[in-house]
């Protein structure tokens, strides 16, 4: 992918403040802003077993070495090779703004979230610009949610993705997943702005500032049966509107390969696959936050799910 000129500064959006961003303008990824994930799974505690692929059955080894993620041309670069190590065979990087220790690099509660990108696209390729919880306020992944702001189904680069996870702890947990059809003339490899603004009852999702989706209905549950999520089987067992959104989440942005989304890489994917990132921008609401009732859950679209 061709790298343009960096996107020119701009006003804040109307009745948003910049609180947190990173523009990448030094030579160097900002330590001090991002960590990295390391490796192909981790190990869950709670069931005393180790989890392969990040319970996807991704092929990626993450590592923080520089060929798989460095700053250049003002921008972030995020690279997927087709390489062998520790058994893998491919790697790429995953950063976050929480420390592989738990410490927190960024985090908040309600606000917009947007990332300008260009996206690499092929079979089994799966990038992604998401968020989780700072802590699992109300239980294990999903209970405490997940929200995505991108990411394409590897082999389609015509359409992109935002969903949230939530419901109760896996594998009692929902996903709501909507597709946003991109403009003719264009494709994800080239220069887009992905934004989520999230409130207090309400997710919207934008594509170069026009809004295209909104989720106003969502549900949390923190019981569990021998560390399995239940489902809930009265209103006291559902934790209060809004959880699981309303508590601080984190930013983080990386390429996958393969797994049970979007299938293995083909012989013409191509490799390195790599995301480029020319800003990270959070704003906070100017005038602060209302309090809000749940909407009435509706028809809600499905998608494939991501464990």
């Known amino acids: 992918m061709t790298r343009a000129r960096k996107a020119p500064a701009r006003p804040a959006p109307d009745g948003w403040t910049l609180v947190w961003n990173d523009e990448f303008d030094g030579d160097q990824i900002d330590r001090s802003k991002w960590d990295f994930d390391i490796g192909n799974g981790f190990f869950d505690y ?18 923080d070495a520089a060929a798989n993620a460095y700053v250049k041309d003002s921008a972030l670069h995020i690279c997927a090779i087709k390489e062998s190590l520790h058994g893998c065979g491919y790697t790429s990087a995953r950063l976050k703004t929480r420390s592989r220790d738990g410490a927190p690099l960024f985090n908040q509660t309600y606000g ?3 990332i300008r990108a260009q996206v690499p696209w092929g079979k089994g390729l799966w990038p992604a610009l998401w968020m989780l919880p700072q802590n699992d306020t109300h239980g294990r992944w999903a209970a405490s949610g997940e929200i995505d702001i991108m990411e394409i189904h590897g082999e389609d680069p ?4 935002g969903s949230i996870h939530f419901g109760s702890t896996y594998p009692k947990r929902s996903l709501v997943t909507h597709t946003h059809k ?18 207090p009852g309400e997710i919207r999702w934008y594509f170069d500032g026009v809004h295209w989706a909104t989720q106003g209905f969502w549900w949390s549950c923190s019981q569990t049966r021998d560390g399995q999520g239940l489902a809930p089987r009265r ?3 559902i934790n209060p509107w809004p959880a ?4 601080p989440f984190y930013l983080l942005m ?10 293995v890489p083909n012989a013409q994917t191509q490799f390195p696959a790599t995301l480029v990132v020319d800003y990270v921008r959070v704003y906070q609401r100017s005038a602060g936050y209302g309090e809000s009732k749940p909407r009435a859950p509706g028809r809600m679209p499905y998608s494939k799910q991501k464990a």
């Open 182 to 199: 991109l403009p003719s003339t264009t494709t994800v490899a080239d220069w887009h702005v992905y934004a989520v603004e999230w409130e």
């Open 112 to 114: 917009r979230f947007e």
């Open 244 to 247: 699981p959104f309303d508590h």
């Open 235 to 237: 209103a006291s067992d």
């Open 254 to 263: 990386n390429v996958a390969v393969g797994g049970n989304f979007p299938g």
């Open 46 to 63: 709670h069931s005393h077993t180790w989890v392969p692929g990040w319970g996807n059955e991704e092929l990626q080894y993450y590592t």
């Open 158 to 161: 015509t359409r992109t993705l």
